[in-house]
């Protein structure tokens, strides 16, 4: 049986944009759908049929309502409801080995803040080993998938994730690779380093656009930072998809790697794809 596509929710507007990503993805993969509400000192499935008549608790509306709004957008997807307890972020994390991938909203708060107490929405993305999809606002389904791109192992798996969405979205990829000049002696020939970071890019492209050949592909390799670069394109795009290699719990956050960086910044949704373990 194919795993589910799990969204976190807790009554707020973000979460709220982050269930109508959900139910149309799963629509679309013909997933199951499970909302997960973490908060009360207890666990209790809640039926997607009628709505409860007793008194509720902030969980059960928040549960009930993500209910309604399944039913009114899209009456033939499967889901289930759950209310988990517990610290959300762990308890998210905890079910990526049961997930196709999780869905997150992200509320807007200030770079400083974000990078001194983490969020909810970097932590996971961080140590889940599932695509995480954090969702701060929907973008036009016209736009194409952008994706960041560095030839390394890491984005492997975020380049399948990205033709194969783009795939089932029919649109286009935007493979974006950027680039500094070298600083090296006798490094100064910048056709040559265009030329040779064009070949980068190729190669990390070739297995998923042999297995995708209707997808169309447009690289780019600009100068500059990869997190500046790709959060001003993200403007243009539905989805951006990063790589990432995550780590352990008791790591704590990498807030400056690309995909942390991004979570702040990212205008549409951004998917970050764990490495594949080997």
């Known amino acids: 049986m194919s795993k589910p596509i799990v969204v976190g929710i807790d009554g707020r507007p973000d979460s709220a944009i982050a269930l109508d990503w959900a139910i149309a993805e799963a629509a679309r993969r013909g997933l199951r759908l499970t909302v997960l509400h973490v908060g009360e000192a207890w666990s209790r499935p809640v039926a997607g049929g009628p709505l409860m008549t007793a008194p509720q608790t902030h969980g059960q509306k928040v549960v009930a309502d993500a209910a309604a709004v399944i039913q009114a957008m899209n009456r033939d997807i499967r889901f ?3 209310i988990v307890p517990g610290t959300p972020a762990d308890v998210l994390a905890s079910w990526a ?16 803040t974000t990078a001194a107490l983490g969020s909810v929405s970097g932590t996971v993305a961080s140590q889940a080993r599932c695509p995480v999809v954090v969702v701060r606002s929907l973008a036009s389904d016209q736009l194409p998938v952008l994706l960041g791109v560095d030839g390394s192992a890491v984005t492997t798996a975020a380049v399948e ?5 783009a795939s089932r979205h029919k649109t286009w990829v935007r493979a974006v690779h950027t680039w500094h000049r070298s600083m090296f002696p006798g490094g100064d020939d910048i056709a040559e380093e265009r030329a040779a970071h064009f070949r980068i890019v190729s190669d990390a492209l070739a297995a998923a656009r042999d297995r995708h050949p209707t997808v169309p592909v447009r690289i780019s390799r600009p100068v500059g930072r990869a997190e500046e670069v790709l959060s001003e394109q993200s403007m243009e795009a539905q989805l951006l998809v990063v790589g990432t290699r995550g780590h352990s719990p008791k790591a704590g956050l990498l807030l400056g790697s690309v995909s942390q960086a991004l979570l702040r910044t990212v205008s549409c949704p951004l998917a970050v794809i764990p490495a594949e373990e080997r």
């Open 80 to 82: 289930s409801s759950l």
């Open 97 to 112: 080995t049961d997930a196709s991938m999780i869905v997150l909203g992200n509320r807007n708060r200030g770079a400083l």
């Open 161 to 165: 994730f990205a033709f194969d969405y």
